[in-house]
């Protein structure tokens, strides 16, 4: 047995880039996930980072069938997600929720909070009968430190912190097991999104969660993570535990994210080599060849060009795409 809750092997999601008065010619493709292999763990937060565009909300699309994959697999507790249909998909429809980035947006502005949270038992009647609905409402919007007497209110009427309370509330109202979080603190201000943190790491706790968290930046999702994969154009770079990729980092890209986390102590801060990444992302319709940072890397050489890195265990105790991995740290 094995308590990976999820398996993704070699997902890939490619978009059509059409064109044409009825967008009828298809020119090339979007590589927006590009071979993307991790297991998440029962339990674990997993932290996903990159930079914006590196496909980090289109895996989450594909992880909560809201998207096709174009190609590769996944298993929810041992069973061919991408295959399921009828009852059990309805029941993978339980099991996986998304929070998404912003709450100012993502909630409904016309309906009360009480009908956003307690929306999902209408599409699950099975979980909740109509009887006891209005106190499972309740009781969630306490879980997740809302006064549970503003049921009726709306969304506007709630600081941005609070709203993603609201979308927290909702995504636990139908007791999922994953919860994939899309940048749920990004949009709030940096005194809110501790606070929402630490309601997330506590409502894992709680009801024994695992987490895919999103973030574009690695020092958001470190408190939270037990291991993190770091994204670069529809790939993982690198991935491990917390601990190793912050304390020993050993692809450029990681190494160059980390150079730019903020270091609160002056002392410490004047010590650290900011590494500066030359240049943008490439277009993910045609990614560089072989591997894909080498037209921002201060070490490409030829090879880099020619043969593309594969995510295996080099130099450190964990995986990293890069044909001159080397372990550096950072931050002092
Ligand atoms: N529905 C779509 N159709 C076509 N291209 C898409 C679609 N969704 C995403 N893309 C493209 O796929 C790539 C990855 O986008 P995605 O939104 O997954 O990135 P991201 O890592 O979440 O970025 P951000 O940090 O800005 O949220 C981008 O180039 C984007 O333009
Ligand atoms: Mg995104």
Same mark, same amino acid.
């Given at each position: 047995m094995t308590d990976n809750i999820i398996e993704v092997r070699d997902l890939v999601k490619h978009f059509p880039v059409r064109?044409?008065?009825?967008?009828?010619?298809?020119?090339?493709?979007? !590589?927006?996930? @590009?071979? +993307? $292999?991790f297991d998440l763990r029962r339990g674990e937060t997993l932290g996903v980072v990159g930079e914006s565009g590196c496909g980090k909300s289109t895996l989450a699309q594909v992880l909560m069938r809201l998207e096709p994959p174009t190609g590769g697999s996944a298993t929810f507790e041992g069973r061919d997600m991408f295959a399921m249909k009828g009852a059990e998909l309805r029941k993978l429809r339980r099991d996986i929720q998304i929070v998404l980035q912003d709450p100012y947006t993502s909630l409904n502005p016309r309906m009360t909070v009480g009908d956003i949270v307690g929306e999902p038992f209408e599409i699950h009647p099975e979980v909740a009968p109509k009887g006891s609905r209005a106190k499972k409402v309740r009781d969630l919007l306490d879980v997740v430190g809302l006064n549970p007497e503003h049921i009726n209110r709306y969304p506007h009427q709630f600081s941005g912190g609070q709203r993603q309370r609201i979308g927290i509330a909702r995504a636990l109202a139908l007791r999922p097991k994953v919860i994939v979080c899309d940048e749920p603190v990004s949009a709030l201000d940096v005194s809110i999104q501790a606070q929402v943190m630490n309601l997330l790491g506590d409502l894992q706790t709680e009801f024994g969660l695992s987490y895919v968290f999103i973030a574009h930046d690695l020092s958001v999702?470190?408190?939270?993570?037990? !291991? +993190?994969?770091?994204?670069y154009l529809g790939k993982i770079v690198e991935i491990g535990t917390e601990q190793e990729i912050y304390e020993h980092p050993t692809h450029p890209y990681?190494?160059?994210?980390? $150079?730019?986390?903020?270091?609160? @102590?002056?002392?410490?801060?004047?010590q650290r080599k900011v590494i500066r990444l030359e240049g943008d992302v490439p $277009?993910?319709?045609?990614?560089? $060849?072989?591997?894909?940072?080498?037209?921002?890397c201060w070490k490409a050489q030829d090879i880099c060009a020619e043969e593309e890195p594969a995510l295996i265990t080099r130099v450190a105790a964990h995986p990293s795409a890069c044909h001159f991995a080397e372990e550096k740290s950072v931050v002092p």
């Amino acid at each position: 047995m094995t308590d990976n809750i999820i398996e993704v092997r070699d997902l890939v999601k490619h978009f059509p880039v059409r064109v044409g008065v009825l967008f009828k010619h298809t020119v090339g493709h979007v !590589r927006a996930v @590009d071979g +993307v $292999s991790f297991d998440l763990r029962r339990g674990e937060t997993l932290g996903v980072v990159g930079e914006s565009g590196c496909g980090k909300s289109t895996l989450a699309q594909v992880l909560m069938r809201l998207e096709p994959p174009t190609g590769g697999s996944a298993t929810f507790e041992g069973r061919d997600m991408f295959a399921m249909k009828g009852a059990e998909l309805r029941k993978l429809r339980r099991d996986i929720q998304i929070v998404l980035q912003d709450p100012y947006t993502s909630l409904n502005p016309r309906m009360t909070v009480g009908d956003i949270v307690g929306e999902p038992f209408e599409i699950h009647p099975e979980v909740a009968p109509k009887g006891s609905r209005a106190k499972k409402v309740r009781d969630l919007l306490d879980v997740v430190g809302l006064n549970p007497e503003h049921i009726n209110r709306y969304p506007h009427q709630f600081s941005g912190g609070q709203r993603q309370r609201i979308g927290i509330a909702r995504a636990l109202a139908l007791r999922p097991k994953v919860i994939v979080c899309d940048e749920p603190v990004s949009a709030l201000d940096v005194s809110i999104q501790a606070q929402v943190m630490n309601l997330l790491g506590d409502l894992q706790t709680e009801f024994g969660l695992s987490y895919v968290f999103i973030a574009h930046d690695l020092s958001v999702v470190r408190h939270l993570s037990d !291991r +993190v994969a770091v994204m670069y154009l529809g790939k993982i770079v690198e991935i491990g535990t917390e601990q190793e990729i912050y304390e020993h980092p050993t692809h450029p890209y990681t190494q160059a994210l980390l $150079s730019a986390v903020p270091v609160p @102590d002056p002392e410490l801060r004047g010590q650290r080599k900011v590494i500066r990444l030359e240049g943008d992302v490439p $277009s993910p319709v045609d990614p560089p $060849s072989g591997c894909r940072f080498r037209t921002r890397c201060w070490k490409a050489q030829d090879i880099c060009a020619e043969e593309e890195p594969a995510l295996i265990t080099r130099v450190a105790a964990h995986p990293s795409a890069c044909h001159f991995a080397e372990e550096k740290s950072v931050v002092p």
